[in-house]
């Protein structure tokens, strides 16, 4: 049984770019979660995906937006970049949505924003 | 929406020691209380969890604590080993939020020898 994996591990843009990350979540689970973790914060969850449809979304502008894919990998895109989306942006499964429980957890895309 | 405060930022204990990580919320219909270690490079992982409907779990040398009414739980660890050393972050959920959590601000905990 696979983890969650995520592509790039590290990427550096510069300002006013676009960047797409990319997500496999666990084998057998339907649901893929986005966070963004600042340098010494706690990860903040970005939005959700659950069966192709954003199911709640967080306090983050339009310009961050996903997609989930029939086989429930996903992908995150971030237009128009600016220095405060620098950090590590994790992505989660978990096997529904109906009740709260564990998330697994990838090992996050590093971005930084020059 | 929700908050959650952490404390202490940072913590030093003496390996076999006990480390104590404390966390409040604001929400009261949060109902779901993870824990997760994240180690350096890595994501976070779920080390323990408690619901709403019990007061304490124990999973061998870790426990977490929940006291509803004044909206704060709490991790455990006892007999500490370098292994422990890692950045803890407490969460906070509720049935019907989409499995959304709300994380903490985290606390290094360094285990010394």
């Known amino acids: 049984e696979t983890g969650v994996t995520q592509s790039p591990t590290h990427l550096i843009k510069t300002r006013g770019q676009q960047v797409t990350l990319r997500c496999s979540s666990q084998?057998?689970?339907?649901?893929v979660s986005w966070y963004q973790q600042a340098l010494g914060q706690g990860p903040q969850f970005i939005f959700q995906y659950y069966r192709e449809e954003e199911n709640g979304r967080g306090n983050f502008p339009p310009r961050f937006s996903g997609l989930q894919f029939p086989n429930y990998s996903s992908e995150l895109n971030v237009n128009a970049l600016e220095l405060d989306d620098s950090a590590l942006y994790l992505c989660?499964?978990?096997?529904?949505?109906?009740?709260?429980?564990?998330?697994?957890f990838g090992e996050g895309s590093r971005l930084t924003v020059l | 929406g929700e908050n959650v405060e952490q404390h202490p930022s940072t913590l030093s204990v003496q390996e076999g020691d006990s480390a104590v990580i404390k966390c409040t919320y604001s929400d009261s219909a949060s109902n779901y209380f993870p824990w997760y270690k994240q180690e350096l490079g890595k994501g976070p992982q779920l080390i323990i969890d408690?619901?709403?409907?019990?007061g304490e779990k124990k999973d061998q040398r870790i426990a977490v604590t929940l006291n509803k009414t004044a909206k704060h739980f709490s991790l455990h660890i006892t007999e500490t080993q370098p292994e422990d050393s890692a950045v803890y972050f407490c969460a906070v959920s509720f049935t019907g939020g989409g499995n959304k959590l709300t994380f903490g601000t985290g606390t290094q905990l360094k285990v010394e020898l």
């Open positions: 084998s057998g689970h339907n649901t």
């Open positions: 989660a499964s978990s096997p529904g949505t109906r009740s709260a429980g564990e998330l697994f």
């Open positions: 408690i619901r709403s409907n019990v």
